[in-house]
């Protein structure tokens, strides 16, 4: 199974999608729905570490991610547990700012790193804050020349102020990088702010013809380098339409990939922080391997393109963030691209017949922080 695990709400940076979006006001809203918060959820973890592996150890073959906030603002309890606690696994989502806070040795434990990077200096910084940039890239640099040979993971936020092929293009190939694979996520999230916002536009003119640009320079890259990139909105997919199956949602929450809160109760997904009707149980208690699972509901259901997308995210479907007018369009960007990747299926078919590239090369780590569908 894998587990996320919450060691603190705090983070050292304020990014214009994320934290900055808190301190905004709008008297936009969406669908309402009633969700009981857990007001008493610490804001550190406060579980004891024997209650949490006496719980992990109940998994033969456990991987544990740690998540925050910003999780290395806990570098002192990483190195803990990466040292002692009965894990088969373990990999950390980060803003890459503070990895020089672990010593080499507990970095080239993990087998996947996620840094947040969104493309070139000025588009990350201009999101991030000035300097992030060249911090998170001398920090790469350095778990690289450390010794780590894990996968690094370039997980990006698109924005309006993104150009996708652009970004994607430059983390792919820029030299100055260590990253293995990319991954991006939408800022669909929209927090009441659509109107002031470009994002219909955006999608329609701008991102969803890049996807499909992308999709052909994937393509491309196969049939050239001999070499399947490690994009991950193409390449988990991919892998399921070239084996012709259909998938439950793509990031595993909910049925393959829970999440432990700084109280020991555990929820279906780590953006499900204190949703506590949705606590499927606790680690003091509960059997690791037989947890409650929270499934996808709703319109989704009725989808013609569920198997490919799975239900996209569990959290919006629960909590309903968008009108249908946003919703629609988040779901048009999904529609593109499972266009854009069964267009591409028959080409694809044919470099793996011509052993170009194999159906093996597809293969990569489930749940690995990445939810698949931006």
Not at 154 to 165: H, L, P, Q, Y
Not at 339 to 351: K, N
Request: proline share 6%; glycine share 8%.
């Amino acid at each position: 199974m894998y587990f996320h695990l919450i060691l603190t709400d705090n983070c050292n940076l304020c990014c214009s999608y994320c934290r900055a979006r808190a301190f905004q006001s709008s008297e936009e809203k969406g669908e309402e729905v009633i969700i009981e918060i857990d007001s008493a959820l610490p804001v550190e973890l406060s579980v004891e570490l024997p209650v949490l592996y006496k719980f992990l150890k109940r998994d033969p073959a456990p991987t544990l991610t740690f998540y925050g906030g910003e999780p290395l603002l806990r570098a002192d309890l990483i190195t803990t547990m990466v040292s002692d606690a009965p894990v088969s696994r373990f990999m950390i989502q980060t803003n890459g700012l503070l990895l020089d806070r672990l010593p080499p040795e507990i970095v080239n434990r993990f087998s996947t790193i996620l840094v947040s990077l969104d493309g070139p200096e000025g588009l990350t910084d201009g999101n991030r804050g000035p300097g992030v940039y060249r911090k998170v890239m001398d920090n790469v640099r350095l778990i690289r020349s450390n010794g780590f040979t894990g996968e690094l993971i370039a997980r990006m936020t698109v924005t309006e102020k993104a150009d996708i092929v652009a970004a994607v293009r430059w983390l792919s190939q820029n030299p100055d990088n260590s990253f293995t694979s990319i991954h991006w996520q939408l800022d669909a999230d929209f927090a009441g702010d659509f109107s002031g916002r470009r994002f219909e536009k955006w999608a329609e003119t701008e991102y969803n013809p890049g996807i499909q640009t992308l999709v052909r320079d994937w393509v491309d890259h196969m049939e050239g380098e001999r070499k399947v990139l490690r994009w991950y909105p193409f390449l988990d997919p991919m892998e399921d339409l070239l084996n012709g199956r259909a998938s439950r949602l793509r990031c595993g929450s909910g049925y393959a990939n829970y999440s432990i809160m700084t109280n020991g109760h555990i929820a279906p997904c780590p953006v499900m922080i204190g949703m506590s009707d949705y606590y499927v149980g606790h680690i003091s208690d509960a059997d690791p391997l037989h947890l409650k699972t929270v499934p996808i509901g709703g319109d989704c259901l009725d989808c013609t393109i569920l198997g490919f997308c799975g239900g996209r995210c569990l959290y919006s479907n629960i909590t309903h963030p968008w009108e249908d007018r946003e919703r629609k369009i988040v779901c048009i960007t999904v529609k593109n691209l499972n266009d854009a990747l069964t267009g591409a299926l028959p080409r694809v078919r044919e470099l793996i017949a011509k052993k170009r590239i194999s159906l093996e090369d597809f293969s990569h780590e489930k749940f690995n922080g990445c939810e698949i569908i931006p």
